[in-house]
């Protein structure tokens, strides 16, 4: 039996709007595909899909541009494209990192960060960077164009704001860093692993005029729950501290009784995951750290 009937390769927004309505639901988006047709085939899909709506024509959707220190990435600008682009991997280095480590090349090549969102998966190595530097996802919802919150787009594992027979996601805005400011992205990965880690964490840091305290932070570390969250009371930890090694392991501490992961039959156990936290955090942390410091950042990518 045919996975779908009908395939629309739309010319613009407008266009694939009037097509998802024009299926009353029987229709999905398409991206890269590589979330989407693996369900499809898989037989996880339900109700079946008669159409799909391939969304990767539309002019600009795909386009990441720096307007003063502001950043936008297209909904359908893929991994491997955010991680050669210099001003990501200079100004929101944790994204370089996170969309660098996603799959294999392949993956990278087609994959999109609009569909690492709108997958909704806690564990989405994108969506982890996203919420450190505090995006915005701008969204056709119920036909009403409007910006929501990162945090915003998760329901619970695999369940977005959005409903891709009808609803669209079309790209993300957030703030670039500037003098003072740091970040770093790491993950834990099964052996040659080409899906979602054990565990990720994504870290953003000010630190004061004299770069020696830390000023703001901002934490991701997932999956810890059923929907990607910040890690806030470790953050207010570190609020006001001095940007050293024993702020670090104080913040270890406070993470290590903040944040309970699940066991997970495909990748980890709580405990090892609990264990983990502490290792991301020794890497990622002072990474930032760093990076603000000097205003250095090159993004390291483990595959
Ligand atoms: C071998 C393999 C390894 C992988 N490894 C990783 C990994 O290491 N880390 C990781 O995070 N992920 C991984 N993934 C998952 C996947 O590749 C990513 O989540 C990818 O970013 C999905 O993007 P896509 O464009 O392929 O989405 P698609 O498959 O095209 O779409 C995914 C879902 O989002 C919806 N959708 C897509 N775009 C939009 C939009 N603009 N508006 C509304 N709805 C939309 C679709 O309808 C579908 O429901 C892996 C997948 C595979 C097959």
Redesign the pocket.
């Known amino acids: 039996m045919a996975l779908w009937n009908r395939y629309h390769t739309p010319a613009t927004v407008d266009d694939a709007l009037s097509l998802l309505e024009k299926y009353h639901g029987a229709a999905?988006?398409?991206?890269?595909?590589?979330?989407?047709?693996?369900?499809l085939q898989q037989g996880n899909h339900h109700p079946p899909v008669e159409a799909l709506i391939d969304?990767t024509r539309i002019g600009g959707m795909d386009g990441i541009m720096l307007d003063g220190d502001v950043f936008t990435i297209g909904?359908?600008a893929t991994?491997a494209r955010i991680v050669r682009h210099p001003d990501i991997r200079r100004r929101a280095t944790c994204l370089a990192e996170s969309c660098g480590?996603?799959?294999?090349p392949q993956?990278r090549n087609?994959?999109?960060?609009?569909?690492?969102v709108?997958?909704a998966?806690p564990?989405?190595?994108?969506?982890t960077s996203l919420v450190a530097l505090d995006a915005e996802a701008e969204i056709v919802k119920d036909g009403v164009r409007r910006w929501v919150h990162i945090l915003e787009m998760y329901k619970g594992p695999g369940q977005s704001l959005?409903n891709?027979a009808q609803?669209?996601?079309?790209r993300f805005r957030f703030n670039a860093c500037t003098a003072g400011q740091g970040t770093a992205f790491n993950r834990i990965m099964r052996p040659q692993g080409?899906?979602?880690?054990i565990l990720g964490c994504a870290v953003w840091v000010q630190l004061a005029d004299d770069r020696q305290t830390i000023d703001d932070v901002r934490l991701c570390i997932g999956p810890v729950a059923k929907t990607p969250t910040r890690a806030r009371e470790t953050e207010s930890v570190l609020r006001g501290s001095p940007a050293t090694e024993d702020s670090v392991r104080r913040a270890v501490a406070v993470a290590l009784e903040e944040l309970h992961p699940r066991t997970s039959k495909f990748r980890a156990t709580a405990e090892y995951r609990q264990m983990m936290i502490d290792v991301l955090l020794r890497r990622t942390l002072p990474k930032a750290i760093e990076r603000a410091k000097t205003g250095e950042a090159e993004p390291e990518i483990n595959e």
Do not use: K, R, W, Y
Not at 28 to 39: E, F, H, R, S, W
Not at 167 to 170: E, G, K, T, V
Not at 194 to 197: D, E, G, H, Y
């Open positions: 999905q988006i398409v991206a890269g595909g590589t979330d989407l047709i693996l369900d969304i909904a359908n991994h480590v996603v799959g294999g993956v087609v994959g999109t960060l609009g569909g690492n709108a997958h998966l564990a989405g190595d994108g969506t959005l891709s609803d669209l996601l079309i080409v899906a979602l880690p």
